[in-house]
C-alpha cells in the first residue's frame, strides 16, 4: 500500500495494563515515533468493555502531546463498539467487502461509542484477506476481520503523509519548495475527505460505515484532475482558539461541476479515565454560500448524503464535515468557532475539495473598526448594543506586496436573526503596501435587534473584491450591556398592507403603502425570492412612498417587501 514505506515494529506482548490498569501504551507510541514512525497501525484492543479505558486515554493523550502522529485503529469483530478504537483522536476502521463488492460491509464495529461519538470513521477492505500468519515463519493465510481492514488505511494515511511531504501540494506535481510538515490532523481530514458512501449500506453517513470507504483520490489533488484540494489551515494547539474565538477563511469555488466538502478536524486533550463523556473541547463548522446559505458541520440528511440548512452545532465529535453538491460559484465563508475550549487552546485541520482554488491568504485583512451609535438611534457610547443602528467605518490592512485598488466589500453577519444589515456595501481607498485606510463614506450600517443578549459575540465577515483579487476579512465584536430606551415606541407588529408599484420616468419604480400601525419610519427591501431567503436593502423613508432608482431596470423577476420601524429603528416583521 506504501512501497519502501519504513516500518518501526513494536508487539502487543510488550503493552502492559489495560481497562482502568495503568498501561505503557503511551510510551510505546512514544518510542515508534522516536524511531520516525508517524502513522501507527493497530490492529488489536479490548473486547471486554466499551469504556474509555487506560489504552483509549493513552492513544488521545499521545496523539495530543504528539501532534504530526495518526493512530490507526481496527475496530472490534463484534457488533458494537469497544476499546481503545473509542479514542477520540485516532481514525477507527471497520471491513468492508472487497474489489466490485466494495460498496458493502463485511465485518466489525458499528457505532456510536457509549457518549455517542461516530466510530468507526471508515471502512476498507478486510473480507477473505490474504494475510501475514501469526506465530508462523513465512507462512500466510485468508482471513476476515478489522485487523486485515486496518493496515490499508494506515497505508493510505502514510501515501497522504508523502504527498504533502514531498510537496506535491498545492501545485499537484512534485515540488520540493511547497513542502509541508502536516499534522496528524491534516492527515486525518484529508483521508476523511476522500471517503465516498457504501451504497450497498442505506443512509449516510451512518453508525455502520461512518464517513464511508476512502477513494483517496477523490480527496488528493495532481496535475490535469478536474477534482481539486485546497489546504485552507494547519493549526498547531499552541496557535488554536479560546472559547468564544472564530477563524474565518473565504473559500473560491470555481464552479458547480463538483460536489464540494469541507473537513474539520481537531485533536484535543484526553478525558479522564472511564469518562462518561469523552468530549473535552467543542470546535464547530460553518460554511456559508456566496448567497447566504448556511451549512453547519454534519448537518446531514442520510437520505441525500448531502449537507442541510438549518440543524444544531454538533457538541460531540472531534470530525465534521459539510457536503454540498452543484455548489455555487463564488467566495464561500467558511468558519470555525471555538464553541467551548476547556482545556488548553485547540487547533484544527480544515481542508476543502470539489472545483476549489487552493487557499491562499488574502493580503487585505481586518485592522480595526469605530461603531458610530449616535443619536436617536444609538447612546453614542461607542459600544454596540441591543436595539442600536450603527454606523460602522471598518479598516482594512494591506499585508501585501503590492498597493491594492480598486476595492470594495459586502458586509455578512453571521447572526442574521439578531442583526439586519441595512447598508452591506462599501468602498475604500487605495491602501498601499504596509498601510491601513478606512471604508469611504457612507461606511457599512446595521441595526441590532433589542433581544440580543449582553456579550453576544457578533462575527462579521467581509467579502472583498480588489486589484488583489476576490478574498475577505473577518473580525468578531461583542455586544454591551446598555440597551436604547425606546420607552413608548413598541416595535411594529407584523401587518399586512396594500403595496402598490408603478414606473416613474424611464427606470425608476415608485412604491406606495398604507400607514402601519406604530410605524416611524419604513425599510424597502427587494429579493428574487418570494421568501426572502437572500434579500436586498432598498432604503428608509419616512412616508408611506418611496421611490428606488432604476427599479425597473434588469430582466430577472423580483419581490418588494415594507417593514415598518419605531422611533429607536427597531424593525418589525
Not at 388 to 402: D, I, K, Q, Y
Not at 436 to 441: E, F, G, I, M, Y
Not at 533 to 550: K, P, W
Request: negative net charge; charged residues 20%.
Amino acid at each position: 500500500m506504501a512501497p519502501a514505506a519504513r516500518i518501526s515494529h513494536g508487539s502487543l506482548w510488550d503493552i502492559t495494563g489495560s481497562g482502568t490498569q495503568p498501561s505503557n501504551l503511551y510510551q510505546a507510541l512514544s518510542d515508534a515515533h522516536v524511531d520516525g514512525a508517524r502513522v501507527h497501525s493497530n490492529s488489536w484492543g479490548d473486547d471486554s468493555t466499551n469504556a474509555y479505558t487506560s489504552w483509549s486515554r493513552d492513544i488521545d493523550m499521545f496523539s495530543y502531546d504528539f501532534e504530526d502522529s495518526l493512530v490507526v485503529q481496527a475496530g472490534t469483530n463484534l457488533s458494537s463498539g469497544r476499546s481503545p478504537e473509542n479514542a477520540k483522536n485516532g481514525l477507527t476502521v471497520g471491513a468492508s467487502k472487497r474489489g466490485s463488492n466494495a460498496h458493502f460491509r463485511c465485518h466489525g464495529t458499528i457505532g456510536p461509542t457509549s457518549d455517542g461519538r461516530r466510530k468507526p470513521e471508515v471502512l476498507a477492505p478486510g473480507c477473505d484477506i490474504i494475510s501475514a500468519r501469526a506465530f508462523y515463519s513465512c507462512s500466510t493465510f485468508v482471513q476476515t476481520g478489522t485487523s486485515m481492514a486496518t493496515p490499508a488505511v494506515a497505508g493510505v494515511a502514510s501515501l497522504v503523509r508523502q504527498y504533502y511531504l514531498e510537496g506535491w501540494y498545492p501545485s499537484g506535481t512534485k515540488t520540493p519548495a511547497d513542502a509541508l510538515q502536516p499534522s496528524g490532523a491534516l492527515v486525518k481530514a484529508t483521508l476523511l475527505n476522500s471517503t465516498v458512501d457504501m451504497t450497498g449500506e442505506p443512509g449516510y453517513p451512518t453508525d455502520v460505515e461512518g464517513w464511508g470507504r476512502p477513494l483517496i483520490e477523490y480527496a488528493l489533488y495532481f496535475a490535469g484532475d478536474a477534482r481539486s484540494l485546497s489546504v485552507i489551515d494547519d493549526v498547531r494547539n499552541a496557535d488554536g482558539l479560546t472559547t468564544g474565538g472564530a477563524a474565518s477563511y473565504f473559500q473560491q469555488v470555481k464552479g458547480a461541476a463538483e460536489t464540494l466538502k469541507v473537513t474539520l478536524v481537531w485533536t484535543e486533550p484526553p478525558a479522564a479515565l472511564l469518562a462518561e463523556e469523552a468530549t473535552i473541547n467543542n470546535l464547530d463548522l460553518e460554511v456559508v454560500s456566496p448567497s447566504g446559505t448556511s451549512h453547519l458541520g454534519n448537518v446531514i440528511d442520510t437520505n441525500t448524503g448531502y449537507s442541510m440548512t438549518g440543524g444544531s452545532a454538533d457538541p460531540r465529535n472531534n470530525v465534521e464535515m459539510v457536503i454540498v453538491p452543484s455548489a455555487e460559484a463564488g467566495a464561500w465563508t467558511v468558519r470555525v468557532l471555538g464553541t467551548a475550549i476547556n482545556q488548553g487552546t485547540q487547533g484544527y485541520a480544515l481542508l476543502a475539495s470539489g472545483d476549489v482554488e487552493p487557499y491562499v491568504p488574502y493580503p487585505l485583512e481586518h485592522d480595526s473598526y469605530i461603531a458610530q451609535d449616535d443619536a436617536p438611534l444609538g447612546n453614542q457610547d461607542g459600544i454596540v448594543d441591543p436595539g442600536e443602528t450603527v454606523v460602522m467605518p471598518e479598516t482594512l490592512r494591506n499585508s501585501g506586496a503590492e498597493t491594492a485598488s480598486s476595492i470594495s466589500g459586502e458586509l455578512r453577519v453571521s447572526h442574521p436573526d439578531l442583526v439586519k444589515v441595512t447598508r452591506s456595501a462599501a468602498r475604500y481607498p487605495d491602501i498601499p503596501s504596509g498601510a491601513a485606510r478606512t471604508t469611504d463614506a457612507p461606511h457599512y450600517r446595521y441595526t441590532v435587534s433589542p433581544d440580543t443578549a449582553c456579550g453576544t459575540q457578533l462575527r462579521f465577515d467581509i467579502a472583498l473584491s480588489s486589484s488583489a483579487g476576490d478574498g475577505g476579512a473577518s473580525f468578531t465584536l461583542e455586544v454591551g450591556c446598555n440597551p436604547l430606551d425606546c420607552t413608548g415606541s413598541p416595535v411594529p407588529a407584523d401587518e399586512v398592507a396594500r403595496l402598490e408599484l408603478e414606473p416613474s420616468g424611464s427606470a425608476d419604480l415608485r412604491l406606495s403603502w398604507d400607514p402601519l400601525t406604530d410605524a416611524a419610519g419604513y425599510r424597502v427591501w427587494k429579493s428574487t425570492s418570494a421568501e426572502f431567503t437572500n434579500e436586498t436593502f432598498v432604503g428608509s423613508t419616512t412616508v408611506t412612498e418611496f421611490v428606488e432608482t432604476d427599479g425597473t431596470s434588469g430582466l430577472e423577476p423580483w419581490f418588494d417587501l415594507v417593514r415598518a420601524t419605531n422611533a429607536c429603528e427597531w424593525e418589525g416583521p
